[in-house]
């Protein structure tokens, strides 16, 4: 039955401690982990966040908190004798999907950007204390987007508005120009970007071009197109015009000095 090490009392301590280090390696193991998943939802929408043991655990009582900049805050529990409660920030905002000690969810209901977030759940087990799973909640709200612009005074002024959540970035394509940015953070936790660019139209040589970078995606608005320096017609006729009064005065006075000629001659 015993193994033969060395023969002696040597062999008896060496078994001891492997059965020890088994015990040992059988109990780390029983405890397995929390398995769970982080989700990500629209702003307004519901989101469940489940844990589920690796391993069946003696399981007394079920904790959900939410993890704070001052630490973490209870939200709700479940334990066999006194069921689900939830905690009163919490109350009518989320509620239990799954009551049991085997496996837990969650649901929140119309999610707000407070949701946003990380969470534990904590199953307090017999005799092995606390295992914790820890879900993330990321918000997100869909870009909404457009561009104005007007060309006055040899001018193309643009602005294009981008509100989103996470924040959208806003760039532009174009060369040069004199550019300005603010933002506003909204009661709903989105946030709109106003971005203008003021452009002196005769050095616009490509069509202008709002890119706006949202959740890794990019989204162009396209401004207008440049028309071969966007020369003003009246511009145009004006210098058409000096350009022709020159040339008329230019064969004038070829054509005297050309008269004036052989007449001198003479
Ligand atoms: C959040 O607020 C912004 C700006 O008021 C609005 O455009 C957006 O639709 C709102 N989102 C939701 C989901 O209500
Ligand atoms: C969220 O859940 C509530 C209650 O179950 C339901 O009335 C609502 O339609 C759900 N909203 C969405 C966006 O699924
Ligand atoms: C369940 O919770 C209630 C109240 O929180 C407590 O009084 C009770 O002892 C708990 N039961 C078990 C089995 O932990
Ligand atoms: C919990 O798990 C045990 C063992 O797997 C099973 O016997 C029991 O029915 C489960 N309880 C629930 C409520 O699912
Ligand atoms: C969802 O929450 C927002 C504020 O966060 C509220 O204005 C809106 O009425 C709520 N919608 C529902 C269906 O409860
Ligand atoms: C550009 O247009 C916006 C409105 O579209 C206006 O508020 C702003 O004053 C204009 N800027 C210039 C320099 O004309
Ligand atoms: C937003 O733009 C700035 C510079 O314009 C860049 O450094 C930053 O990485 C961008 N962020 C995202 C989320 O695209
Ligand atoms: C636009 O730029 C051109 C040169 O690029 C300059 O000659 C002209 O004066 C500028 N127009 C205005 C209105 O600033």
Not at 221 to 233: Q, S
């Amino acid at each position: 039955m015993h193994p033969k090490v060395n023969g002696g009392k040597c062999s008896l301590w060496t078994f001891q401690g492997f059965i020890l280090c088994i015990i040992l390696v059988e109990l780390c193991s029983t405890q397995g982990t929390i398995q769970t998943q982080n989700k990500d939802v629209q702003l307004g929408g519901n989101v469940t966040l489940k844990c589920m043991p690796t391993k069946d655990l003696n399981t007394l009582l079920v904790t959900w908190q939410k993890k704070t900049d001052q630490g973490v805050e209870n939200m709700a529990v479940f334990n066999e004798t006194a069921g689900g409660n939830v905690f009163l920030p919490y109350k009518h905002r989320i509620g239990f999907d799954v009551l049991g000690l085997n496996e837990t969810a969650i649901t929140f209901w119309n999610v707000s950007h407070q949701d946003h977030g990380c969470y534990y759940c904590i199953f307090n087990t017999f005799p092995l204390g606390s295992i914790k799973g820890n879900p993330c909640i990321s918000v997100y709200d869909n870009l909404k987007a457009f561009l104005h612009y007007q060309i006055a005074d040899g001018h193309l002024n643009a602005t294009c508005f981008a509100t989103g959540l996470p924040r959208p970035n806003i760039s532009w394509v174009a060369s040069g120009g004199e550019k300005n940015e603010r933002e506003i953070r909204n009661p709903n936790g989105t946030v709109s970007v106003i971005s203008s660019i003021l452009v002196n139209v005769s050095s616009l040589k490509k069509q202008l071009i709002c890119r706006i970078a949202h959740r890794g995606e990019e989204r162009d608005l396209k401004g207008p197109v440049a028309e071969r320096g966007y020369l003003d017609p009246v511009l145009l006729s004006v210098v058409l015009l000096i350009i022709v009064v020159i040339l008329i005065t230019i064969a004038i006075c070829c054509w005297r000095r050309h008269r004036k000629k052989p007449s001198g001659k003479f």
